[in-house]
T-cell receptor, first 116, second 109 residues
């Protein structure tokens, strides 16, 4: 199997605070993980590619200083939303690429962030 | 651009009916994946198609990859309420996945 977990599954925070979301590959090592954002009734939009041991690659329009990504080990990537604003409220989903499979990514269950 | 267009955007049917959803692109892609996403959860991979003309079956779901590798379809036979969800197609691009906007399927008992 290929299981990816996320923590927390939901979080509510006040404007101006920072929130950290964890993404773990439980039964495989992932040198590459991805972070997506999904607004209601919309598809997944790639935010950034997280590479183990190196800097993340951000998609156009995504602020790297606001969405801090750390991929310190082969099974863990974290996304920190800094100085959160209500417009950051969204469903954040991570995925991990399993070695040996061509572009097959396995997704976490998502984290619902609500910023008050 | 190498966008994926999915149709229909919404589909509401009765249990037992058949349906087909489509994923189209103006460019050729080497592989395409279909996912199903239920509300409040992450997408779950259903199938990967690689070869032009390929047909794959997963129980009541039949996936087809166009001969020219520019389009794909998902056919569900005798839909059940458990099939309700957002069906997403995605293609690989420089190591990333590009998703279509999805087809939101609702199967009513």
């Amino acid at each position: 199997g290929a299981v990816v977990s996320q923590h927390p599954s939901w979080v509510i925070c006040k404007s101006g605070t920072s929130v950290k979301i964890e993404c773990r590959s439980l039964d495989f090592q992932a040198t590459t993980m991805f972070w997506y954002r999904q607004f209601p009734k919309q598809s997944l939009m790639l935010m950034a590619t997280s590479n183990e041991g190196s800097k993340a690659t951000y998609e156009q329009g995504v602020e790297k200083d606001k969405f801090l990504i750390n991929h310190a080990s082969l099974t863990l990537s974290t996304l920190t939303v800094t100085s959160a604003h209500p417009e950051d409220s969204s469903f954040y989903i991570c995925s991990a690429r399993k070695p040996g499979r061509d572009n097959e990514q396995f997704f976490g269950p998502g984290t619902r962030l609500t910023v008050l | 651009t190498q966008l994926l267009e999915q149709s229909p955007q919404f589909l509401s049917i009765q249990e037992g009916e058949n349906l087909t959803v489509y994923c189209n692109s103006s460019s050729v892609f080497s592989s395409l994946q279909w996912y199903r996403q239920e509300p409040g959860e992450g997408p779950v991979l259903l199938v990967t198609v690689v070869t032009g003309g390929e047909v794959k079956k997963l129980k009541r779901l039949t996936f087809q990859f166009g001969d020219a590798r520019k389009d794909s379809s998902l056919h569900i036979t005798a839909a059940q309420p458990g099939d309700t969800g957002l069906y997403l197609c995605a293609r690989g691009s420089q190591g990333n996945l590009i998703f279509g906007k999805g087809t939101k399927l609702s199967v009513k008992p």
